[in-house]
């Protein structure tokens, strides 16, 4: 079992910066990769970025150049850092750890004023 917890969402005007920060416990050495995932209202659950165990990165193609996903092993905490906010960030991002399943932090709400 793998608990995650989220936290760093907020309300940030357009063109500002948020960190959110996910805390995993439990079974951490059994995690192959991390992720940040974004779900908006009546939208499907969509990825942000992911990382897996040896550093590597993906993103999806509206947050690149944006975000920037990084981990901390030695505090089991992965990171989303969020610049250059847009309107359409506005989501609640769930945090996600992968071993032989899926696990899912609460969620934190990010939104953004125009």
């Known amino acids: 079992q793998v608990q995650l917890v989220e936290s760093g969402g907020g309300l940030v005007q357009a063109g500002g910066s948020l960190r959110l920060s996910c805390a995993a416990s439990?079974?951490?050495?059994?995690?192959?990769?991390m992720g940040w995932y974004r779900q908006a209202p009546g939208m499907q659950r969509e990825l942000v970025a992911s990382?897996?165990?040896?550093?590597?990165?993906n993103y999806a193609d509206s947050v690149k150049g944006r975000f920037t996903i990084s981990r901390d092993n030695a505090n089991n905490t992965v990171y989303l850092q969020m610049n250059s906010l847009k309107p359409e960030d506005t989501a609640v991002y769930y945090c996600?750890?992968?071993?032989?399943?899926?696990?899912w932090g609460q969620g934190t709400q990010v939104t953004v004023s125009s």
């Open positions: 990382i897996t165990s040896s550093g590597s990165t």
């Open positions: 439990g079974s951490i050495f059994r995690i192959n990769a």
């Open positions: 996600k750890a992968t071993t032989s399943l899926n696990y």
